[in-house]
């Protein structure tokens, strides 16, 4: 059973930067996309971003492409989101998710860690 969790979150000013990190273990991952969604308060859960460790593809959301860089260490089924320049619309709980490549839906999803951007 694949298991996601996630470390990293908490309160900073705007304009600071956080890094997330996920860890994932129960199955092997080459062949494997990791990435992370988020929900703030009141809207519905929206991508963000996604690493194929099969290719080190990515792939970002527009309001954070810049700012958010994801990798990952595919030894250590470990991927991380540095985020940077963050602003209050960043606010969220942040999910890891995982998910078989070429395939729309997400297959696994972490408990969330709280990311709070403000003054």
């Known amino acids: 059973q694949v298991r996601l969790v996630e470390s990293g979150g908490g309160l900073v000013q705007p304009g600071g930067s956080l890094r997330l990190s996920c860890a994932a273990s129960?199955?092997?991952?080459?062949?494997?996309?990791m990435g992370w969604f988020r929900q703030a308060p009141g809207k519905e859960r929206e991508f963000v971003a996604i690493?194929?460790?099969?290719?080190?593809?990515?792939h970002y959301t527009s309001s954070v492409r810049g700012r958010f860089t994801i990798s990952g260490d595919n030894s250590k089924n470990t991927i991380f989101l540095q985020m940077s320049s963050l602003k209050p619309e960043d606010t969220g709980l942040y999910y890891c998710?995982?998910?078989?490549?070429?395939?729309?839906?997400?297959?696994?999803w972490g408990q969330g860690t709280q990311v709070t951007v403000s003054s």
């Open positions: 129960g199955r092997t991952f080459n062949n494997y996309c």
């Open positions: 998710t995982g998910q078989t490549p070429g395939r729309p839906q997400v297959e696994h």
């Open positions: 690493i194929c460790f099969s290719d080190n593809s990515t």
